[in-house]
């Protein structure tokens, strides 16, 4: 059974940084590529970024620079590390993957950015 679990989000104040993890099991995880996407409030998800199996990583233009997906193939986890938060990245963050055709994501983890 695929499972994605997502921890770290939180409150922090503009300018700050935060780390999302995604613990995965259920599936081989150095063989998938994995994605995390977001949900602002009223909004549609978007996606923030991908990475490969091997680790090749594209963002979002408007996180370009702030943010940094990483993975460790021997611990199943990806992270999103986020830097200079904005207002504008509140929202809650979801991890992503595709095994055998089916998208499967986390519950999500809750970021908020206020002062």
């Known amino acids: 059974q695929v499972r994605l679990v997502e921890s770290g989000g939180g409150l922090v104040q503009p300018g700050g940084s935060l780390r999302l993890s995604c613990a995965a099991s259920?599936?081989?995880?150095?063989?998938?590529?994995m994605g995390w996407l977001r949900q602002a409030p009223g909004k549609q998800h978007e996606l923030v970024g991908t990475?490969?199996?091997?680790?090749?990583?594209v963002y979002q233009e408007s996180v370009k620079g702030r943010f940094n997906i990483s993975r460790d193939n021997a611990k199943n986890t990806m992270w999103l590390q986020m830097n200079d938060m904005k207002p504008e990245d509140t929202a809650v963050y979801y991890c992503?993957?595709?095994?055998?055709?089916?998208?499967?994501w986390g519950q999500g983890t809750r970021v908020t950015v206020s002062s």
């Open positions: 992503r993957t595709w095994v055998d055709g089916v998208e499967h």
């Open positions: 259920g599936f081989k995880f150095s063989d998938r590529g």
């Open positions: 990475i490969t199996s091997g680790g090749s990583v």
